[in-house]
């Protein structure tokens, strides 16, 4: 499931965000960071879902 949130994520940040912890701060964050530019926002994913997934295991 993380593969597939991070290809989520290189498509469209914000939606891999949103699938890894819902609607809050984080999605709010990535969204605005996309818009200002798709690098930052793609980074900012992209940790919020690899952090993420290892407080799960």
Known sequence: MTCLRIVLSILIPPLGVFLTVGIGLHFWLSIVLTILGYVPGLVHA????ATRSQRRR
């Open 46 to 49: 992209v940790w919020i879902i």
